[in-house]
């Protein structure tokens, strides 16, 4: 059975930072792909960031580009979500995401095999 643990969210002031980790069980890292997709109240889930599993290859939406860094320890089975200079706008619920094979279309929900539960990030002004 795979699963999907995230951790690290919690409240934070504009400018702060937060490291996200997922931690994937019964799933190997191999040729697949590792999303983070967050939720704003009211909003629908969108694909924030994704990194193959296979070449290292990392993808991120616009809004994000140079605050938001993703990477991954294939030996633990971990990936990481480091949250730099933090706006109110990315509050939301942050969620953990698999797709079994390639890493295409790793930023829409329809692409994904597995999920977490999320993690809360709360960016106060």
């Known amino acids: 059975e795979v699963q999907l643990v995230e951790s690290g969210g919690g409240l934070v002031q504009a400018g702060g930072s937060l490291r996200l980790s997922c931690a994937a069980s019964?799933?190997?890292?191999?040729?697949?792909?590792i999303s983070w997709f967050r939720q704003a109240p009211g909003k629908e889930r969108e694909g924030v960031s994704c990194?193959?599993?296979?070449?290292?290859?990392?993808y991120y939406i616009d809004s994000v580009k140079g605050r938001f860094t993703v990477s991954s320890d294939n030996a633990k089975n971990t990936v990481y979500l480091q949250l730099n200079s933090l706006k109110p706008e990315d509050t939301g619920v942050y969620y953990c995401?698999?797709?079994?094979?390639?890493?295409?279309?790793?930023?829409?929900?329809?692409?994904?095999?597995?999920w977490g539960k999320g993690t809360l990030v709360t960016v106060s002004s």
């Open positions: 019964g799933f190997t890292f191999d040729d697949n792909a």
């Open positions: 990194i193959s599993t296979s070449d290292g290859s990392t």
């Open positions: 995401a698999a797709r079994a094979r390639g890493s295409f279309w790793c930023l829409r929900s329809y692409a994904m095999d597995y």
